[in-house]
Structures are given as C-alpha cells and as structure tokens.
C-alpha cells in the first residue's frame, strides 16, 4: 500500500518532533521533510512533492495564508491542510475559499489529525474537526442573524464608509488611517461577512442595514 507522503510546515522544532512520531505511527504515513518557514515550505514543496502539506499559519517571513496566496499561483498536484493553534473564523474562511483542503487545531486529539491527513489525502474537501465545525456552523447562524456584533466598531465605520461609495483613499482620510489599515479592515471584514469582493459586501451591509450602526476608534 502506498504511503501518504506528508510535509510538515511549522517553526517549533518540538511540535514538529512530537507531529512526525504521531504521523508515523501508522504504516500508511510518512512524514517526508520538515519546513521551520514558509520560505522553506514553499522549496520542499517544489522539491519533495508530498501528498500533503500540513501548514502552520504563524510562521516567520511568509506566514500559512502567503504561503497558499504563492502556491495558488499555479496548479498542484497535493493537498494544503492547515493545522493552526488559532481558531478564528476569519482565518478559517479565508484559508478554505483560497482552497485549503481542511482546517484542524493543534488542540485536536492525535487520531482526529491522522483521519484528517487520510481524508483529505483521498480527495475530501473543506475538512473540518468536530470542534470547528461547531464553531463555523455557530458563527455563520450568527453572522446570518445578526452580523455587526462580529465586527468591531473600527471595521462598522469602514464597512458604512464602503456602501457609500468611497474609495480605500477616501476612507483612511476620513477615518485618519492609512490606506494599507483600510485594507487590512477590508481582508478581516470579508471572512466575517463570508463575502469576497466590495460589491459582496455592500449587498451585504443593504441586506442587513450595516449602514446604521456607527463604531468607534
């Protein structure tokens, strides 16, 4: 039987040690090189060609998120399962609409990670762990419900300023921000919303009348 070839990505070498010994416990796993940066990540991959790339988010020079951003540049023939000590909705869904094939805590059980790695290695995608999903399927009923109270007042402002029309420059003047904050505004506000674009997202504020609430710096 063929083995699941799995490169791990993540910069603590301890984790990283205990991981390999839990993957390779079965027989149908083999941990085939260790990545302590994105940078590397991004070189092994090319390199050893796994079947699965186990992918921390918080990592030095490129983190978990420009790491996918780089590999989506162009095709490939392994899957991306992100193991993360965050578990935020924002970053889980922005991971799985830029592709990722599943999300998994590092907080999991060490059978729920090994299922993992063999479910997404046999093509499953948008692999959840029990936990998370509860949190996803929580925090979508209510962002559908009621989605200003997932954002904060500075993304409300941001958010109101949008639906009106104005541009990122326009709205860091008002704001007295910088275009590059309006933007990280913009990248946190869209997951939260579960939208990927402006015009997404002003939908969104009519759909909810977003545009009433006011928040504060």
Same mark, same amino acid.
């Not at 205990?18 to 083999?30: A, F, K």
């Not at 090189?33 to 060609?49: I, K, P």
């Not at 965050?86 to 990670?113: H, P, Q």
């Not at 590059?180 to 009519?206: C, D, F, M, W």
């Given at each position: 039987?063929?083995?699941?070839?799995?490169?791990?990505?993540?910069? +603590?070498?301890?984790?990283?040690?205990?991981?390999?010994?839990?993957?390779?416990?079965?027989?149908?796993?083999?941990?085939?090189?260790?990545?302590?940066? /994105?940078?590397?990540?991004?070189?092994?991959?090319?390199?050893?060609?796994?079947?699965?790339?186990?992918?921390?988010?918080?990592?030095?020079?490129?983190?978990?998120?420009?790491?996918?951003?780089?590999?989506?540049?162009?095709?490939?023939?392994?899957?991306?399962?992100?193991?993360?000590?965050?578990?935020?909705?924002?970053?889980?869904?922005?991971?799985?609409?830029? $592709?990722?094939? /599943?999300?998994?805590?590092?907080?999991?059980? /060490?059978?729920?990670?090994?299922?993992?790695?063999?479910?997404?290695?046999?093509?499953?995608?948008?692999?959840?762990?029990?936990?998370?999903?509860?949190?996803?399927?929580?925090?979508?009923?209510?962002?559908?419900?009621?989605?200003?109270?997932?954002?904060? $007042?500075?993304?409300?402002?941001?958010?109101?300023?949008?639906?009106?029309?104005?541009?990122?420059?326009?709205?860091?003047?008002?704001?007295?921000?910088?275009?590059?904050?309006?933007?990280? +505004?913009?990248?946190?506000?869209?997951?939260?919303? /579960?939208? +990927?674009?402006?015009?997404?997202?002003?939908?969104?504020?009519?759909? +909810?009348?977003?545009?009433?609430?006011?928040?504060?710096?």
């Amino acid at each position: 039987m063929k083995s699941i070839r799995v490169l791990m990505a993540d910069d +603590h070498p301890v984790f990283r040690a205990g991981m390999r010994s839990l993957l390779e416990t079965p027989d149908d796993i083999e941990v085939v090189g260790e990545a302590n940066d /994105g940078e590397e990540a991004l070189r092994l991959v090319a390199e050893l060609r796994p079947d699965i790339l186990l992918l921390d988010i918080e990592m030095p020079g490129l983190n978990g998120v420009e790491v996918v951003d780089r590999l989506n540049r162009e095709p490939a023939a392994f899957r991306v399962l992100v193991l993360s000590a965050f578990d935020d909705e924002a970053y889980i869904s922005n991971l799985l609409a830029k $592709g990722v094939s /599943g999300y998994l805590t590092k907080a999991e059980a /060490g059978d729920v990670i090994v299922d993992a790695v063999r479910q997404v290695a046999q093509g499953e995608e948008g692999w959840l762990s029990r936990s998370i999903r509860t949190k996803v399927m929580a925090l979508h009923r209510q962002r559908e419900s009621s989605p200003e109270r997932l954002l904060s $007042g500075r993304e409300l402002d941001v958010l109101r300023l949008l639906a009106a029309g104005q541009s990122n420059k326009e709205i860091a003047s008002e704001l007295n921000i910088s275009s590059s904050t309006v933007k990280n +505004h913009l990248s946190n506000i869209y997951p939260k919303l /579960g939208v +990927h674009s402006r015009v997404e997202a002003v939908l969104q504020v009519q759909r +909810h009348g977003l545009d009433k609430y006011t928040g504060s710096s």
